[in-house]
């Protein structure tokens, strides 16, 4: 059966990233796509674990030599998934796990339509300027900058396969488990384990 991909999309202070640890805690055939990103790492963020960060010049240079899946520029830093990811997966008989925005989710998901697309929400407005401050890693005009980006992005969620309220954190990952197990078995249906049942019927079907 092939890998499935699994495109996972919210506004900043979402709680994204929280859920995305958990399921790929939880579900162990899962690889992860770590993003190239030309922003500076935040706190403890390390490259090859949170994001790879490099330079402008080296993103550019990688996206002229059509190295991305998908790509693009939020709040004046660049984003983009490496082609590698998905090969890698497909090797290792692996689902794909992305975690990009509603932007990047466009380009992938014309260039592999059957993947799935899962858009995350916070409960209200009020919660995610919540955890954006809460968080406690952005200047008072960035938070604005992204309350603003959030209402831009929420406006796509009908473009998704899956809407995600995040309100609970244990809900909302068990929620996600139940959707990536629900695609494999639909994926299941045209698995070749699947011909030999049919055809022992014969002339029956």
Partial sequence: MASAVFIISAPSGSGKSTLVRKVLELDKGLNFSISYTTRPPRGQETTGQNYNFISREEFMRRLDSDEFLEWAEVFGNFYGTHCSVWDRARKEGKDL?????????????????????????????????????????????????????????????????????????????????????????????????????????????
């Fill in 97 to 205: 796990l992305l975690d990009i925005d509603v932007q990047g989710a466009q380009q992938l998901k014309e260039r592999i339509p059957d993947a799935v697309t899962i858009f995350v929400l916070a409960p209200s407005q009020e919660v995610l300027e919540q955890r954006l401050r809460a968080r406690s890693e952005d200047a008072e005009p960035v938070i604005r900058k992204r309350l603003a980006g959030a209402a831009k992005e929420i406006r796509n969620y009908h473009y998704y396969d899956y809407v995600v309220v995040n309100d609970r954190v244990d809900d909302a990952v068990e929620t996600l488990l139940a959707v990536i197990r629900a695609e494999r078995v639909r994926r299941q249906r045209m698995d070749e384990r699947i011909r030999p049942i049919l055809s022992s019927f014969g002339e029956q079907l």
